[in-house]
């Protein structure tokens, strides 16, 4: 624990976890309140450290993705086994797997989303089984019975009863979070859901369950909700347009709740969780940049997470040849088990029957207990190379020594007055104004095109103009 001592300066016990060093003293102030721009934490205990803070923790936000739901039988999108690659794309007409989440390809032609939402989000079998006998559809079919929740789901649960949750922002649309008790209040659906759908025509908003019975009988929903209003070159009394799930598509705006609880844990948060996503994804990859750099990172992940250093070295994500404090590689549902029997908490009576049993990770080095390689821990499921791991790290220390060499980043955004996409090119974006976009730096994901933050007004409307806005 900290001690004071006569000439104030702090020490700290020998047993204390994720001791704070002195690091970069530049301090800033968000809502009144001082944000330590840098900080450095110790594992002296190793496992037990990371163990032990979150234990201590009572405001801890949690960033998750597919990696979560895989035990339970949902795919990932990205591993060599994920649905990119093993998705029959040519099958269901399209020219690429992306394209099943491309809102332009959608708009033209629905049928292969719906017909993939029929074999992924529903139990098929019970659907075949229904429609042989009197009554074509049966409740039984819903959505939410054909996934159970995993050990990693409990485990999120297990931290709200423990009042440890400040809040789960996930990007996975299964709604997994909530089967396993976790209050919607908490839960930010960074990418939509399914839970809920919108008509694209009349923009009526209803349950999915609405539509649940086009979808497991191979339709495409369209509204049967009154015509607003009828004009002449229409024909029928209902609307007609095609029902879409509230996922967000490649191309679509970003759920706003997004911005606007980040903007409420910003000030609250005192530890950070990445569970089951490499955050490749933008904005949600933006994340861990833009909250403070003084609370813990850990991740449990099969596989590391390299974030794009895109800031300046002051306001850099990226600590002294690091990202998170403690890595924990390897399947989620056995990281999250060891930790939780850690803690002496019982998840729920199946996991405690489930096979999954505590593991003591194997930590990578105890020489430098202070670098990436010393804050990694490897369990049963970790794809993880050591010696790619030591080259890379010693092409960071060459680079940080004088040589450079420039990275293309190409990002996708909208400008949130205008609408307008925006394709930014790191490499243009200084001299060309149709590649650059233009950035508040105090709030999550407001992006504008350089045409609109050349009105005055548009800038005067966002916080009155206040907030600062740089050009990336």
Same mark, same amino acid.
């Given at each position: 624990?900290?001690?004071?001592?006569?000439?104030?300066?702090? &020490?700290?016990?020998?047993?204390?976890?994720?001791?704070?060093?002195?690091?970069?003293?530049?301090?800033?102030?968000?809502? @009144?309140?001082?944000?330590?721009?840098?900080?450095?934490?110790?594992?002296?205990?190793?496992?037990?450290?990371?163990?032990?803070?979150?234990?201590?923790?009572?405001?801890?936000? /949690?960033?998750?993705?597919?990696?979560?739901?895989?035990? +339970? $039988?949902?795919?990932?999108?990205?591993?060599?086994?994920?649905?990119?690659?093993?998705?029959?794309?040519?099958?269901? @007409?399209?020219?690429?797997?992306?394209?099943?989440?491309?809102?332009?390809?959608?708009?033209?032609?629905?049928?292969?989303?719906?017909?993939?939402?029929?074999?992924?989000?529903?139990?098929?079998?019970?659907?075949?089984?229904?429609?042989?006998?009197?009554?074509?559809?049966?409740?039984?079919? !819903?959505?939410?019975?054909?996934?159970?929740?995993?050990?990693?789901?409990?485990?999120?649960?297990?931290?709200?009863?423990?009042?440890?949750?400040?809040?789960?922002? *996930?990007?996975?649309?299964? $709604?997994?979070?909530?089967?396993? @008790?976790?209050?919607?209040?908490?839960?930010?659906?960074?990418?939509?859901?399914?839970?809920? !759908?919108? +008509?694209?025509?009349?923009?009526?908003?209803?349950?999915?369950?609405?539509?649940?019975?086009?979808?497991?009988?191979?339709?495409?929903?369209?509204?049967?909700?009154?015509?607003?209003?009828?004009?002449?070159?229409?024909?029928?009394?209902?609307?007609?347009?095609?029902?879409?799930?509230? /996922?967000?598509?490649? @191309?679509?705006?970003?759920?706003?709740?997004?911005?606007?609880?980040? =903007?409420?844990?910003?000030?609250?948060?005192?530890?950070?969780?990445?569970?089951?996503?490499?955050?490749?994804?933008?904005?949600?990859?933006?994340?861990?940049?833009?909250?403070?750099?003084?609370?813990?990172?850990?991740?449990?992940?099969?596989?590391?997470?390299?974030?794009?250093?895109?800031?300046?070295?002051?306001?850099?994500?990226?600590?002294?040849?690091?990202?998170?404090?403690?890595?924990?590689?390897?399947?989620?549902?056995?990281? &999250?088990?060891?930790?939780?029997?850690?803690?002496?908490? /019982?998840?729920?009576?199946?996991? =405690?029957?489930?096979?999954?049993?505590?593991?003591?990770?194997?930590?990578?080095? !105890?020489?430098?207990?202070?670098?990436?390689?010393?804050? &990694?821990?490897?369990?049963?499921?970790?794809?993880?190379?050591?010696?790619?791991?030591?080259?890379?790290?010693?092409?960071?220390?060459?680079?940080?020594?004088? *040589?450079? !060499?420039?990275?293309?980043?190409?990002?996708?955004?909208?400008?949130?007055?205008?609408?307008?996409?925006? %394709?930014?090119?790191?490499?243009?974006?200084?001299?060309?104004?149709?590649?650059?976009?233009?950035?508040?730096?105090?709030?999550?994901?407001?992006?504008?095109?350089?045409?609109?933050?050349?009105?005055?007004?548009?800038? &005067?409307? %966002?916080?009155?103009? *206040?907030?600062?806005?740089?050009?990336?």
């Amino acid at each position: 624990m900290i001690r004071s001592t006569g000439d104030k300066r702090k &020490t700290y016990d020998e047993g204390s976890d994720f001791i704070p060093t002195a690091g970069n003293d530049k301090r800033v102030k968000y809502d @009144g309140k001082d944000i330590n721009e840098k900080s450095k934490f110790f594992l002296p205990r190793g496992f037990e450290s990371v163990v032990r803070v979150l234990e201590e923790k009572k405001n801890i936000l /949690i960033l998750c993705g597919a990696g979560l739901s895989v035990s +339970c $039988g949902i795919p990932d999108f990205r591993s060599s086994d994920g649905l990119y690659n093993t998705l029959n794309f040519q099958g269901l @007409g399209l020219t690429c797997a992306e394209d099943l989440f491309d809102m332009e390809f959608f708009r033209e032609d629905p049928k292969p989303f719906f017909t993939f939402a029929r074999e992924h989000f529903y139990n098929t079998a019970t659907i075949e089984a229904d429609q042989r006998s009197d009554d074509s559809f049966s409740q039984s079919t !819903s959505s939410s019975n054909v996934y159970e929740p995993s050990i990693s789901h409990y485990f999120i649960s297990q931290l709200q009863k423990k009042k440890k949750l400040l809040r789960i922002y *996930t990007q996975n649309i299964d $709604g997994l979070e909530e089967t396993a @008790g976790v209050s919607p209040k908490k839960i930010v659906y960074a990418h939509g859901s399914m839970k809920s !759908s919108t +008509c694209m025509k009349c923009m009526s908003k209803m349950d999915t369950s609405e539509i649940e019975k086009d979808i497991i009988n191979g339709n495409i929903p369209y509204c049967k909700r009154p015509r607003k209003k009828k004009r002449s070159s229409e024909c029928g009394q209902f609307c007609g347009g095609v029902i879409k799930p509230n /996922i967000t598509f490649f @191309g679509e705006k970003l759920n706003n709740d997004v911005h606007k609880a980040l =903007q409420s844990d910003k000030t609250k948060v005192d530890a950070i969780l990445v569970i089951g996503t490499s955050l490749s994804v933008s904005p949600m990859s933006k994340v861990i940049d833009w909250l403070p750099k003084n609370v813990p990172r850990i991740l449990i992940n099969r596989t590391d997470v390299k974030l794009e250093d895109s800031s300046s070295s002051d306001s850099s994500c990226v600590r002294d040849g690091y990202t998170f404090d403690a890595c924990l590689l390897g399947d989620c549902d056995i990281i &999250t088990k060891s930790i939780s029997d850690a803690l002496g908490w /019982i998840l729920t009576p199946q996991t =405690q029957n489930n096979c999954v049993q505590h593991i003591r990770p194997e930590r990578i080095t !105890s020489e430098d207990c202070n670098s990436k390689l010393g804050r &990694t821990f490897l369990f049963p499921g970790a794809i993880f190379n050591l010696e790619e791991e030591k080259a890379a790290a010693n092409k960071s220390r060459v680079d940080n020594d004088g *040589t450079t !060499s420039e990275t293309t980043i190409v990002e996708v955004v909208h400008c949130d007055e205008c609408g307008k996409q925006i %394709h930014c090119d790191n490499r243009k974006s200084h001299y060309d104004d149709s590649c650059a976009v233009m950035k508040c730096v105090e709030c999550f994901d407001y992006d504008l095109c350089v045409d609109c933050w050349k009105k005055p007004e548009i800038r &005067t409307n %966002h916080f009155g103009g *206040t907030h600062i806005f740089v050009r990336e």
